[in-house]
């Protein structure tokens, strides 16, 4: 076949600059508010995904990670006595106070782990080591929230709970949908930042053999342990997820975000695509009149969309990996998983195409005044 | 020998909502192999209606439609595309030609809908466009032709995979008169040539003499029975001597 659709596609600069800048246009708000959705998300449950365990065991009835309640560290000895557990870790998340030196205040959240094995500890450290936090008094905090904690540098004090607490490094995009702060300690620091008995923990991450049956584990652990729940790691999460994205109706409203970003793009790149179609129904009509059948016009149609679709695509994903790099030093982050960026290629195939076949409709009813007219 | 086009009491009747215009009332025509025939007559008189039928691109209301001794009229919408690429190659008064491909691009292209493509279908392209004159511009695109060479390749176009019957609606109006009159020349000499059946429908008097036959239509029907063609050249010689107004000659054509 002649390069009809090529042609005609790169006939005309202004119709082809404005048809990708819409594509574009489109693809790049969906990624910026699939991306925030999805930053979102995953920002909530981080530090449970984070943690790469297999098990958490949470007191009976949490709902998510920031509202777990104290219980007793003896039922870590009897995870640990459990078959197929390879270790287990007590851990702690949970809300306290920090406060500068100039007497400025601010919440964060505590989060107490076992710096020997790390094990829901922090991760992306930029500055200084896990294992500094093995020091009494030792914290890291994450760059995004310097300013707001007041903190400039390694070595500088500050006070939680009214202890002492000594920066030792940073890490780098560990955000907390909250915005409150996310203070990485080890177990016994946080115990007294937090003030929670000698005895109790909040958490205890489960991690299994090697070959072991996982949901056997979880349902053994169930059956011996008593006022606690036993999670997988990915059950948790969705948790977790379910609850700050849903429950609290705050992911909602990113998500309506995302939909109306969504049909704002697909009306765009319908409108486009119509009308690069409209441009050349003229041509269409003689094909027709020239005996050629629907499925000759479908393809020179189809084939100009999907060539918009993935110049437009390429172009709109250069522009989107540039803004989610740059929201990584934000307060919000954009994330675009592999997942989604080859969902969106789908995505706008499917747009593009599907604008053109709605073009279509206005070639398969053929008008001979149309093509005889001079 | 066989008609390359035979039409039996058609009738055309337009569906406009609740309005029915009927526009074709019993039609009766013929157009034989090698034969060039005019069809005339005053705006709106059904003359493109008429001719898109032909071309099975409408459909007829009644009536029958043979094209190459096959019956038309009673296939369904589906079955007519194919027809028209078997058969039937169309010229219009604005050319439509595909302006984003070159003149053999465009020969290509009515060739590859005939399944005619690869090394073969540039030999064919070559060889149109020989026979209009115009295989220098083989890679020209559409714009850079002046408006008698545009139709020219539309002729090409027309011919390429040799089909029975060649159908124009004003061809030449868009023309000046000397490329009108080349452009009918050149059509009238490949019609003879190959055996086509040519209906040109116009209302330039400037190019009568390249008609074998008039026809004349007026509201629907076929006014006349159909002009003998010496007495046709006659009036053509007297039309093209500018002795008569273009009125008045059709007029002296119904009448003789
Ligand atoms: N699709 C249509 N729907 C309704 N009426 C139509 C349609 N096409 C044509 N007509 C009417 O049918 C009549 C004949 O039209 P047609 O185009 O066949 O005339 P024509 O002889 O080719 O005229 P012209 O010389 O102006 O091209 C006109 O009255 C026109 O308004
Ligand atoms: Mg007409």
Redesign the pocket.
Request: overall charge neutral; hydrophobic content about 45%; charged content about 20%.
């Given at each position: 076949m002649p390069p009809l659709a090529q042609r005609n596609l790169m006939h005309d600069k202004v119709r082809l600059t404005v048809t990708l800048t819409g594509i574009v246009f489109a693809v790049v708000l969906i990624v910026v508010e699939l991306g925030l959705f999805v930053g979102f998300t995953v920002t909530t449950s981080g530090i449970i995904d984070q943690s790469k365990v297999d098990l958490w065991i949470v007191s009976k009835g949490t709902p998510y990670i920031e509202q777990g309640s104290a219980f007793s560290e003896r039922k870590l000895y009897q995870v640990l006595a459990t078959p197929g557990v390879a270790h287990a870790d007590k851990y702690i998340v949970r809300f306290s106070n920090w406060k500068t030196p100039q007497g400025a205040e601010d919440g964060i959240q505590i989060v107490g782990f076992n710096p020997y094995t790390g094990v829901g500890g922090p991760w992306n450290v930029v500055e200084g080591k896990v294992e500094d936090l093995k020091t009494p008094d030792a914290v890291m905090v994450d760059e995004i929230y310097k300013k707001k904690l007041g903190v400039t540098k390694v070595g500088e004090t500050f006070e939680i709970n009214r202890r002492r607490a000594r920066v030792v490094g940073f890490t780098r995009g560990i955000r907390a949908f909250t915005t409150t702060p996310y203070v990485f300690t080890s177990f016994k620091n946080a115990q007294a930042y937090t003030g929670i008995a000698e005895d109790q923990t909040y958490f205890i991450l489960v991690r299994a053999l090697p070959g072991t049956d996982r949901a056997a584990l979880q349902h053994e652990l169930e059956s011996r342990l008593r006022d606690v729940d036993v999670l997988t790691t990915r059950k948790f999460s969705s948790m977790t997820r379910i609850y700050w994205m849903f429950t609290t109706g705050a992911g909602v409203a990113v998500l309506i975000a995302a939909l109306l970003g969504l049909v704002v793009g697909v009306v765009v790149v319908a409108q486009t695509i119509y009308a690069t179609t409209m441009d050349h129904i003229r041509e269409y009509g003689t094909l027709k009149a020239m005996g050629a059948p629907n499925s000759y016009i479908y393809r020179v149609i189809i084939t100009q969309a999907g060539m918009s679709a993935v110049a437009g695509y390429v172009l709109a994903m250069f522009v989107s990996v540039f803004i989610v790099h740059a929201s990584q030093s934000g307060g919000a982050a954009i994330l675009l998983p592999w997942q989604m960026a080859v969902g969106i290629f789908f995505l706008t195939l499917l747009m593009c195409v599907s604008a053109a076949v709605v073009s279509i409709n206005k070639v398969t009813s053929l008008d001979p005044?149309m093509v005889f007219r001079g | 020998m066989q008609a390359a086009i035979s039409v039996r009491d058609v009738t055309k009747v337009?569906v406009?909502g609740a309005n029915k215009?009927q526009?074709l009332h019993g039609v009766d025509f013929d157009v034989e192999q090698g034969e060039v025939v005019l069809l005339m007559?005053p705006?709106?008189?059904?003359?493109?209606?008429l001719l898109s039928i032909m071309g099975c691109i409408l459909r007829a209301t009644s009536g029958s439609v043979q094209i190459a001794g096959q019956e038309v009229a009673k296939l369904s919408e589906r079955e007519l595309p194919e027809i028209r690429l078997q058969h039937i190659g169309f010229v219009f008064q604005g050319f439509n030609l595909f302006p984003t491909l070159t003149v053999g691009e465009n020969i290509e292209l009515a060739l590859d809908l005939k399944r005619i493509r690869g090394e073969r279908a540039k030999q064919e392209a070559r060889k149109l466009l020989d026979q209009v004159e115009l295989a220098a511009k083989y890679d020209s695109f559409p714009a850079d032709l002046s408006g008698g060479q545009k139709q020219r390749v539309a002729i090409a176009r027309a011919l390429a995979g040799s089909p029975r019957v060649i159908l124009a609606d004003e061809p030449t109006a868009a023309l000046d008169s000397q490329s009108g009159r080349n452009v009918m020349e050149m059509m009238r000499d490949l019609a003879r040539k190959h055996g086509r059946g040519v209906v040109v429908v116009t209302h330039d008097s400037r190019v009568l003499e390249f008609g074998d036959r008039i026809v004349h239509m007026e509201d629907g029907r076929i006014a006349e029975p159909e002009t003998e063609a010496s007495g046709r050249k006659g009036m053509a010689e007297v039309v093209s001597m500018g002795l008569l107004s273009t009125n008045s000659a059709e007029h002296a054509l119904r009448i003789c």
């Amino acid at each position: 076949m002649p390069p009809l659709a090529q042609r005609n596609l790169m006939h005309d600069k202004v119709r082809l600059t404005v048809t990708l800048t819409g594509i574009v246009f489109a693809v790049v708000l969906i990624v910026v508010e699939l991306g925030l959705f999805v930053g979102f998300t995953v920002t909530t449950s981080g530090i449970i995904d984070q943690s790469k365990v297999d098990l958490w065991i949470v007191s009976k009835g949490t709902p998510y990670i920031e509202q777990g309640s104290a219980f007793s560290e003896r039922k870590l000895y009897q995870v640990l006595a459990t078959p197929g557990v390879a270790h287990a870790d007590k851990y702690i998340v949970r809300f306290s106070n920090w406060k500068t030196p100039q007497g400025a205040e601010d919440g964060i959240q505590i989060v107490g782990f076992n710096p020997y094995t790390g094990v829901g500890g922090p991760w992306n450290v930029v500055e200084g080591k896990v294992e500094d936090l093995k020091t009494p008094d030792a914290v890291m905090v994450d760059e995004i929230y310097k300013k707001k904690l007041g903190v400039t540098k390694v070595g500088e004090t500050f006070e939680i709970n009214r202890r002492r607490a000594r920066v030792v490094g940073f890490t780098r995009g560990i955000r907390a949908f909250t915005t409150t702060p996310y203070v990485f300690t080890s177990f016994k620091n946080a115990q007294a930042y937090t003030g929670i008995a000698e005895d109790q923990t909040y958490f205890i991450l489960v991690r299994a053999l090697p070959g072991t049956d996982r949901a056997a584990l979880q349902h053994e652990l169930e059956s011996r342990l008593r006022d606690v729940d036993v999670l997988t790691t990915r059950k948790f999460s969705s948790m977790t997820r379910i609850y700050w994205m849903f429950t609290t109706g705050a992911g909602v409203a990113v998500l309506i975000a995302a939909l109306l970003g969504l049909v704002v793009g697909v009306v765009v790149v319908a409108q486009t695509i119509y009308a690069t179609t409209m441009d050349h129904i003229r041509e269409y009509g003689t094909l027709k009149a020239m005996g050629a059948p629907n499925s000759y016009i479908y393809r020179v149609i189809i084939t100009q969309a999907g060539m918009s679709a993935v110049a437009g695509y390429v172009l709109a994903m250069f522009v989107s990996v540039f803004i989610v790099h740059a929201s990584q030093s934000g307060g919000a982050a954009i994330l675009l998983p592999w997942q989604m960026a080859v969902g969106i290629f789908f995505l706008t195939l499917l747009m593009c195409v599907s604008a053109a076949v709605v073009s279509i409709n206005k070639v398969t009813s053929l008008d001979p005044a149309m093509v005889f007219r001079g | 020998m066989q008609a390359a086009i035979s039409v039996r009491d058609v009738t055309k009747v337009y569906v406009e909502g609740a309005n029915k215009i009927q526009v074709l009332h019993g039609v009766d025509f013929d157009v034989e192999q090698g034969e060039v025939v005019l069809l005339m007559g005053p705006s709106g008189s059904g003359k493109t209606t008429l001719l898109s039928i032909m071309g099975c691109i409408l459909r007829a209301t009644s009536g029958s439609v043979q094209i190459a001794g096959q019956e038309v009229a009673k296939l369904s919408e589906r079955e007519l595309p194919e027809i028209r690429l078997q058969h039937i190659g169309f010229v219009f008064q604005g050319f439509n030609l595909f302006p984003t491909l070159t003149v053999g691009e465009n020969i290509e292209l009515a060739l590859d809908l005939k399944r005619i493509r690869g090394e073969r279908a540039k030999q064919e392209a070559r060889k149109l466009l020989d026979q209009v004159e115009l295989a220098a511009k083989y890679d020209s695109f559409p714009a850079d032709l002046s408006g008698g060479q545009k139709q020219r390749v539309a002729i090409a176009r027309a011919l390429a995979g040799s089909p029975r019957v060649i159908l124009a609606d004003e061809p030449t109006a868009a023309l000046d008169s000397q490329s009108g009159r080349n452009v009918m020349e050149m059509m009238r000499d490949l019609a003879r040539k190959h055996g086509r059946g040519v209906v040109v429908v116009t209302h330039d008097s400037r190019v009568l003499e390249f008609g074998d036959r008039i026809v004349h239509m007026e509201d629907g029907r076929i006014a006349e029975p159909e002009t003998e063609a010496s007495g046709r050249k006659g009036m053509a010689e007297v039309v093209s001597m500018g002795l008569l107004s273009t009125n008045s000659a059709e007029h002296a054509l119904r009448i003789c």
